[in-house]
Protein backbone atom coordinates (compact mmCIF):
# COMPACT_ATOMS: atom_id res chain seq x y z
CA UNK A 1 0.00 0.00 0.00
CA UNK A 2 1.34 3.20 -0.87
CA UNK A 3 2.42 5.90 1.93
CA UNK A 4 -0.54 7.93 0.87
CA UNK A 5 -3.93 5.27 0.27
CA UNK A 6 -6.16 5.37 2.66
CA UNK A 7 -8.56 2.12 2.13
CA UNK A 8 -12.45 1.78 2.84
CA UNK A 9 -14.84 4.45 3.57
CA UNK A 10 -14.99 8.00 2.95
CA UNK A 11 -11.62 10.32 5.13
CA UNK A 12 -14.52 12.82 6.91
CA UNK A 13 -12.88 15.91 7.77
CA UNK A 14 -13.85 14.86 11.65
CA UNK A 15 -11.66 12.00 11.27
CA UNK A 16 -8.90 13.28 9.81
CA UNK A 17 -9.10 16.29 12.59
CA UNK A 18 -8.85 13.91 15.45
CA UNK A 19 -6.59 11.70 14.32
CA UNK A 20 -4.35 14.78 13.82
CA UNK A 21 -4.61 14.93 17.32
CA UNK A 22 -2.48 11.87 18.25
CA UNK A 23 0.37 11.73 16.33
CA UNK A 24 2.15 8.79 18.34
CA UNK A 25 -0.65 6.64 16.34
CA UNK A 26 0.84 7.30 12.94
CA UNK A 27 -1.06 8.05 9.38
CA UNK A 28 -4.52 7.17 8.95
CA UNK A 29 -4.32 3.88 6.81
CA UNK A 30 -8.69 2.56 6.80
CA UNK A 31 -11.36 3.94 7.76
CA UNK A 32 -14.34 1.48 8.36
CA UNK A 33 -18.00 2.86 8.65
CA UNK A 34 -21.19 1.97 9.67
CA UNK A 35 -23.64 3.73 7.30
CA UNK A 36 -26.86 2.30 7.36
CA UNK A 37 -28.07 -0.12 5.25
CA UNK A 38 -30.19 -0.40 1.95
CA UNK A 39 -33.05 -1.54 4.52
CA UNK A 40 -32.59 0.99 7.04
CA UNK A 41 -33.37 3.60 3.79
CA UNK A 42 -36.16 1.68 2.74
CA UNK A 43 -37.99 2.00 5.59
CA UNK A 44 -37.09 5.32 6.33
CA UNK A 45 -38.87 6.17 3.31
CA UNK A 46 -41.83 4.17 3.51
CA UNK A 47 -42.10 5.25 6.90
CA UNK A 48 -42.39 8.95 5.71
CA UNK A 49 -44.61 7.96 2.84
CA UNK A 50 -47.55 6.35 5.34
CA UNK A 51 -47.10 9.50 7.60
CA UNK A 52 -47.48 11.56 4.52
CA UNK A 53 -50.53 9.42 3.47
CA UNK A 54 -52.15 9.17 6.64
CA UNK A 55 -52.16 13.03 7.03
CA UNK A 56 -53.78 13.33 4.28
CA UNK A 57 -55.90 10.49 4.98
CA UNK A 58 -57.16 11.85 7.88
CA UNK A 59 -57.93 16.14 8.15
CA UNK A 60 -54.64 17.36 6.24
CA UNK A 61 -54.85 18.47 2.60
CA UNK A 62 -52.56 17.35 0.06
CA UNK A 63 -50.66 20.32 0.03
CA UNK A 64 -50.32 20.32 4.33
CA UNK A 65 -49.43 16.62 4.10
CA UNK A 66 -46.57 17.08 1.60
CA UNK A 67 -45.08 20.17 3.42
CA UNK A 68 -44.69 17.74 6.49
CA UNK A 69 -42.25 15.71 4.16
CA UNK A 70 -39.02 17.84 4.73
CA UNK A 71 -40.00 18.17 8.63
CA UNK A 72 -40.16 14.81 8.63
CA UNK A 73 -36.77 14.02 6.07
CA UNK A 74 -34.51 16.35 8.17
CA UNK A 75 -35.73 14.30 11.59
CA UNK A 76 -34.75 11.14 10.08
CA UNK A 77 -31.54 11.78 8.64
CA UNK A 78 -30.59 13.68 12.28
CA UNK A 79 -31.54 9.90 13.16
CA UNK A 80 -29.68 8.01 10.84
CA UNK A 81 -26.90 10.12 10.83
CA UNK A 82 -25.83 9.64 14.93
CA UNK A 83 -27.13 5.87 14.52
CA UNK A 84 -24.85 5.75 12.15
CA UNK A 85 -21.75 7.71 13.17
CA UNK A 86 -19.93 4.39 14.13
CA UNK A 87 -16.28 3.88 12.83
CA UNK A 88 -13.15 2.17 13.28
CA UNK A 89 -10.30 4.12 12.16
CA UNK A 90 -6.99 2.06 11.24
CA UNK A 91 -3.91 3.65 12.18
CA UNK A 92 -0.19 2.41 11.90
CA UNK A 93 0.05 2.28 15.91
CA UNK A 94 -3.87 2.28 16.88
CA UNK A 95 -7.36 2.50 16.35
CA UNK A 96 -10.00 5.09 17.14
CA UNK A 97 -13.32 3.37 17.77
CA UNK A 98 -16.64 4.44 17.89
CA UNK A 99 -19.40 7.47 17.40
CA UNK A 100 -17.82 10.56 14.92
CA UNK A 101 -21.48 12.17 15.19
CA UNK A 102 -21.94 15.69 15.70
CA UNK A 103 -21.08 16.38 19.07
CA UNK A 104 -19.56 12.87 19.80
CA UNK A 105 -16.02 11.49 20.15
CA UNK A 106 -14.42 7.95 19.57
CA UNK A 107 -12.07 6.38 21.98
CA UNK A 108 -8.65 5.40 21.44
CA UNK A 109 -7.04 2.01 21.46
CA UNK A 110 -3.33 1.71 20.91
CA UNK A 111 -1.91 -1.38 19.36
CA UNK A 112 0.14 -2.01 22.38
CA UNK A 113 -2.47 -2.53 24.14
CA UNK A 114 -4.77 -4.67 21.77
CA UNK A 115 -4.17 -8.41 22.43
CA UNK A 116 -3.49 -9.56 18.44
CA UNK A 117 -4.85 -12.77 18.44
CA UNK A 118 -7.96 -12.28 19.73
CA UNK A 119 -9.77 -11.10 16.54
CA UNK A 120 -12.62 -12.04 15.62
CA UNK A 121 -15.59 -11.77 13.43
CA UNK A 122 -18.91 -12.89 14.31
CA UNK A 123 -22.67 -12.54 13.96
CA UNK A 124 -24.59 -11.59 15.67
CA UNK A 125 -22.47 -9.47 16.92
CA UNK A 126 -24.77 -7.84 19.56
CA UNK A 127 -25.23 -11.43 21.43
CA UNK A 128 -21.42 -11.04 22.62
CA UNK A 129 -22.36 -9.03 25.42
CA UNK A 130 -24.40 -12.22 26.79
CA UNK A 131 -21.86 -14.52 25.65
CA UNK A 132 -18.76 -13.49 27.13
CA UNK A 133 -20.92 -11.50 30.36
CA UNK A 134 -19.38 -9.85 32.37
CA UNK A 135 -16.30 -8.71 30.52
CA UNK A 136 -17.48 -6.48 27.54
CA UNK A 137 -17.57 -3.42 26.33
CA UNK A 138 -20.21 -2.57 23.69
CA UNK A 139 -17.84 0.35 22.56
CA UNK A 140 -19.26 0.06 19.12
CA UNK A 141 -22.20 -1.11 16.85
CA UNK A 142 -24.46 -0.73 19.75
CA UNK A 143 -26.86 1.48 18.72
CA UNK A 144 -27.42 0.59 14.58
CA UNK A 145 -29.88 -1.62 14.74
CA UNK A 146 -28.75 -3.09 11.15
CA UNK A 147 -25.38 -4.02 12.56
CA UNK A 148 -25.44 -7.45 12.94
CA UNK A 149 -22.04 -8.50 11.42
CA UNK A 150 -19.43 -7.55 13.62
CA UNK A 151 -15.62 -7.81 14.51
CA UNK A 152 -14.51 -7.99 17.77
CA UNK A 153 -11.57 -7.83 19.80
CA UNK A 154 -9.59 -7.88 23.14
CA UNK A 155 -7.88 -4.87 24.43
CA UNK A 156 -7.68 -2.07 27.08
CA UNK A 157 -10.15 0.38 28.09
CA UNK A 158 -9.18 3.42 26.09
CA UNK A 159 -10.24 7.03 26.94
CA UNK A 160 -12.20 8.97 25.03
CA UNK A 161 -10.42 11.14 22.00
CA UNK A 162 -9.16 14.08 23.82
CA UNK A 163 -5.90 15.11 23.96
CA UNK A 164 -6.18 16.24 27.75
CA UNK A 165 -7.95 13.17 28.97
CA UNK A 166 -5.78 10.59 27.09
CA UNK A 167 -2.54 12.39 28.72
CA UNK A 168 -4.30 12.18 31.91
CA UNK A 169 -5.29 8.66 32.11
CA UNK A 170 -1.44 7.92 30.55
CA UNK A 171 -2.54 6.42 27.60
CA UNK A 172 0.59 6.10 26.16
CA UNK A 173 2.50 5.02 29.63
CA UNK A 174 3.26 1.59 30.76
CA UNK A 175 0.58 -0.98 30.35
CA UNK A 176 -2.34 -0.51 33.53
CA UNK A 177 -3.74 -3.59 35.59
CA UNK A 178 -4.89 -6.38 33.37
CA UNK A 179 -8.56 -5.94 34.84
CA UNK A 180 -8.72 -3.04 32.34
CA UNK A 181 -8.87 -5.61 29.29
CA UNK A 182 -12.38 -5.87 27.24
CA UNK A 183 -13.88 -6.83 24.59
CA UNK A 184 -14.89 -4.40 21.84
CA UNK A 185 -17.20 -4.67 18.89
CA UNK A 186 -17.71 -2.52 15.70
CA UNK A 187 -20.78 -3.61 14.49
CA UNK A 188 -21.80 -3.27 10.73
CA UNK A 189 -23.91 -4.85 7.94
CA UNK A 190 -21.51 -5.49 5.18
CA UNK A 191 -19.29 -8.34 5.24
CA UNK A 192 -16.35 -7.69 7.57
CA UNK A 193 -13.29 -8.86 5.25
CA UNK A 194 -12.04 -5.29 4.42
CA UNK A 195 -11.53 -4.27 7.90
CA UNK A 196 -9.51 -7.38 8.88
CA UNK A 197 -7.94 -7.17 6.19
CA UNK A 198 -6.58 -3.64 7.58
CA UNK A 199 -6.37 -4.66 10.83
CA UNK A 200 -3.98 -7.75 9.82
CA UNK A 201 -1.91 -5.28 7.33
CA UNK A 202 -1.25 -2.68 10.39
CA UNK A 203 -0.32 -5.55 12.71
CA UNK A 204 2.15 -7.40 10.16
CA UNK A 205 3.75 -3.59 9.22
CA UNK A 206 4.43 -3.18 13.31
CA UNK A 207 6.05 -6.32 13.09
CA UNK A 208 3.14 -8.70 14.72
CA UNK A 209 3.24 -12.56 13.38
CA UNK A 210 -0.23 -12.10 12.23
CA UNK A 211 0.31 -12.61 8.39
CA UNK A 212 -2.51 -14.82 7.18
CA UNK A 213 -4.89 -13.77 10.07
CA UNK A 214 -7.71 -13.37 7.83
CA UNK A 215 -7.69 -16.84 7.35
CA UNK A 216 -8.11 -18.09 10.36
CA UNK A 217 -11.11 -15.18 11.56
CA UNK A 218 -12.82 -15.26 8.18
CA UNK A 219 -15.40 -16.19 7.03
CA UNK A 220 -17.75 -15.32 10.08
CA UNK A 221 -18.79 -17.31 12.74
CA UNK A 222 -22.50 -17.24 13.65
CA UNK A 223 -22.89 -17.40 17.45
CA UNK A 224 -25.40 -18.37 20.06
CA UNK A 225 -25.13 -16.11 22.82
CA UNK A 226 -24.61 -18.75 25.47
CA UNK A 227 -21.61 -18.55 27.59
CA UNK A 228 -21.43 -22.39 27.34
CA UNK A 229 -20.74 -21.73 23.62
CA UNK A 230 -17.96 -19.39 23.94
CA UNK A 231 -14.89 -21.61 24.20
CA UNK A 232 -16.07 -23.26 21.15
CA UNK A 233 -17.47 -20.38 19.06
CA UNK A 234 -15.04 -17.64 20.01
CA UNK A 235 -11.87 -19.40 21.06
CA UNK A 236 -10.13 -16.22 20.50
CA UNK A 237 -12.01 -13.69 22.93
CA UNK A 238 -12.11 -16.33 25.02
CA UNK A 239 -8.68 -17.41 25.40
CA UNK A 240 -7.32 -13.67 25.41
CA UNK A 241 -10.06 -12.94 28.18
CA UNK A 242 -9.24 -15.75 30.77
CA UNK A 243 -5.12 -14.61 29.77
CA UNK A 244 -5.73 -11.49 30.97
CA UNK A 245 -7.63 -12.25 34.19
Do not use: Y
Request: net charge positive; charged share 15%; proline share 8%.
Amino acid sequence: MSVSAVTGDRESRKVRRIAAEFPELGRIRHVEANPPSPNAWAITVGFIAFATVGAIIGTATVVEALATVPLWLAMMLLILCFLGGEKVVVLERGLLIGSFAPFLRPTVVPFDRFAVGSITAVRPGWKLSSMLRPSTSLATGRTAVWAFNAVAFVAVLGPIARRKRVDEAGMFSPQPPHRDNVVWWFGTWRQPDRLVGALESALVDLGHPVAGLSQHVLPMVRISGKPADAAAQVPRLAAALQQSV
